[in-house]
């Protein structure tokens, strides 16, 4: 399949034993977000990643496995079978995935010799403007 959610079955349920894709956890509510989302599904044509809202409970399931709590909504979160990324890692490991553009994956492999206090600086001044940017939804994409 090219895409699809990661479900919003109990938090106890295994999102890897089936699917081993990896999950971006998203702001559901945030446009910015879903315009991300967006250009995730348009730069991921053979659909190597699924997507589910941080506010839905995948989302929180998912933030659970990854040590975070499960109502932070402040990140970004991709979800490996055996890792996870957040912030400024998480867009960097998003963009090595994507095939679409043989340029996000060498950005992706070479964006880490920013240091992370410097990427996340940015990433945070964006994130915690993103309301203020583009708005948001009333409820959660689907």
């Known amino acids: 399949p090219r895409a699809s959610s990661a479900g919003d079955a109990s938090p106890s349920v295994d999102y890897f034993a089936t699917d081993k894709r990896p999950v971006i956890l998203f702001d559901g509510v945030c446009n910015l977000c879903n315009g ?3 250009f995730a599904l348009d730069m991921d044509p053979p659909g190597k990643l699924r997507f589910a809202a941080l506010q839905s409970t995948a989302g929180r ?3 659970r496995r990854a040590g975070r709590d499960p109502d932070d909504i402040s990140s970004i979160v991709l979800v490996e079978e055996d890792a996870a990324f957040v912030k400024s890692d998480a867009v960097l490991r998003i963009a090595t ?4 553009n043989p340029l996000f994956p060498f950005a992706g492999t070479l964006g880490p010799v920013v240091p992370t206090f410097i990427r996340d600086a940015f990433y945070d001044a964006i994130a915690d403007n993103r309301y203020d940017l583009l708005g948001m939804k009333d409820e959660c994409r689907l």
Request: hydrophobic share 60%; net charge neutral; no cysteine.
């Open 97 to 100: 995935y994507f095939s679409a």
């Open 61 to 63: 399931a998912l933030l």
């Open 36 to 38: 991300g989302v967006n």
